[in-house]
């Protein structure tokens, strides 16, 4: 296995010309253009912002670069219904250090050709975890894919929540949580494994969440690690809730099954089993 160490106004023209040298013009699509100025007057662009959910710049130069920005968004299926989300998730995304160009352009291209996400897709996917807009493809979001796919993740092409948050984790973070579960007794593979059939794991706490089960499994319930390997949805039940109870109660009848019965089980399944 290979390792890497290292989830509306109409829009108008006119002809002043923002003073921000990163204004380019764009070439014509079938989209309205985006890095345009707008005919409102400058209260009416703040109020625009603001019912959006956006923090209007100070200067006129920085309001039309958030408005641009907005624009584009559009132009990528995004409704106004949509920006108060992103903007309460991702502040940054609506700042003058925000270059569409630069920025967001690579991202949607990233998830089209690295994904194969349909437009709405990937508008979908960015909703879940906005800050993927403001993410780096060549040194965050494609080293996370790769390490993703080689531990045999699958499906990351569905926008889902945990898709999106997971891409946009840095694949250092990704490296210190599987070595997390060697330290719990696991080979390195057995914990990318673990990985791929449960990827939530990513996001479960090593002291709050992984050793606290893997102890009360192996101390106080008598058992191997090696059941975790086969049943990795293990660490996605509450210990004390569900773990605790059901193991003591089993232990009270002398009753011996596998993790997956004894946790998949609804609670009226359960205990009308084992009374």
């Known amino acids: ?27 014509s699509s079938s989209h309205p253009p985006y890095l345009l100025q707008f005919r409102r007057s400058h209260r009416q662009n703040i109020k625009h912002l603001k019912s959006l959910g ?10 039309d670069w958030v408005l641009s920005i907005v624009a584009y968004l559009k132009a990528k299926g995004f409704s106004e219904s949509h920006f108060p989300r992103l903007s309460f998730l991702c502040p940054t995304l609506f700042s003058s250090s925000i270059d569409p160009h630069l920025t967001l ?3 949607f291209s990233f998830l089209a050709s690295d994904l194969s996400l349909s437009p709405t897709q990937s508008r979908d996917l960015i909703l879940w975890c906005p800050k993927l807009l403001v993410s780096n ?26 898709n999106a948050h997971l891409l946009s984790t840095p694949v250092e973070e990704l490296v210190s949580k599987v070595r997390s579960l060697e330290e719990l007794g696991f080979s390195y593979e057995d914990a990318g494994g673990i990985c791929a059939r449960c990827p939530a794991v990513f996001g479960y ?16 319930m008598r058992r191997s690690v090696e059941e975790v390997k086969k049943f990795p949805q ?10 605790a109870p059901r193991h003591l109660w089993l232990k009270e009848r002398g009753v ?20």
């Open 205 to 220: 706490s090593m002291e709050n969440n992984l050793r606290p089960k893997v102890d009360y499994l192996v101390y106080a």
């Open 105 to 107: 352009s690579p991202v």
């Open 137 to 162: 493809v060549e040194h965050r979001l494609r080293p996370t894919l790769l390490f993703l796919r080689d531990l045999g993740l699958k499906n990351l092409d569905f926008p889902t929540n945990q």
């Open 1 to 27: 296995m290979l390792l890497v160490h290292s989830l509306h106004f109409p829009l108008c023209s006119t002809r002043r010309t923002p003073k921000n040298p990163r204004f380019q013009p764009l070439p």
């Open 54 to 63: 956006i923090a209007p710049p100070s200067s006129p130069e920085s309001l």
């Open 234 to 243: 293990f660490f996605g039940f509450s210990l004390e809730k569900r773990i």
């Open 256 to 275: 011996n099954i596998s993790l997956r019965r004894m946790l998949l089980w609804s609670d009226e399944k359960f205990y009308a089993k084992w009374k």
